[in-house]
């Protein structure tokens, strides 16, 4: 197997620690692994992007322009560790919101692939040769369905467990580092199954 074309993160519980609702870019902190995941993908020299339902703009948590602070932090993490952040898609949207025009039903919402087919629209990379990393089964249902391979980071995140054949990873690993040793093993043809556990 060759190496990726790209790879796509989900932000809070995968690649930040979960802390809701979170736009302070003071409080981010990189989740665990994570630091040593972003080294490894660093080396690996293919594009890294996050990819993250941000459903408080509609729910009126806080403003869209928060997330630019966010962003901005975002790429200042991935070169401490010698990695650059290639692009971040966000998703405003939820339907239950009160915030015009965030309020509504979209296809970028995850489990819906919407980000991943715009990143890959604009940035020119074949999906199928792609990894998503998320730490909920809504994550691996929008890799899934964008047609790329999956890992599920299985920290406690996930609760609900609602099955189906778009919600089954490829790879389930522990953390980030375990996540990236896996993706790093399929592009040397090492059991990647075997390595993330």
């Known amino acids: 197997m060759t190496a990726p074309a790209a790879i ?9 620690d979960d802390v809701p609702y979170n736009v302070d870019p003071d409080a981010m902190r990189l989740a665990p692994g994570a630091r040593e995941a972003l080294s490894i993908f660093a080396a690996l020299a293919v594009p890294i992007f996050v990819i993250s339902n941000q459903s408080g703009v509609a729910r009126g948590r806080f403003p869209i322009e928060s997330l630019n602070g966010v962003e901005a932090r975002l790429h200042e993490l991935f070169a401490e560790c010698g990695a650059t952040l290639s692009a971040v898609y966000w998703c405003p949207h939820d339907a239950t919101g009160t915030v015009e025009p965030y309020n509504q039903e979209c296809d970028c919402r995850k489990p819906m692939p919407g980000m991943l087919l715009r990143a890959a629209r ?9 990894w998503f990393v998320g730490d909920i089964l809504d994550d691996i249902e929008a890799g899934r369905r964008a047609g790329c391979r999956t890992i599920l980071i299985d920290n406690g995140n996930e609760t609900v467990w609602r099955g189906g054949a778009l919600r089954e990873p490829h790879v389930v690993a522990t953390d980030m580092f375990r996540a990236a040793l896996a993706i790093r093993a399929m592009d040397k043809r090492v059991s990647a199954r075997e390595i993330a556990r």
């Open 8 to 16: 796509f993160l989900d932000k809070d519980g995968t690649l930040l």
């Open 122 to 130: 604009e940035h020119g990379v074949v999906l199928a040769d792609c």
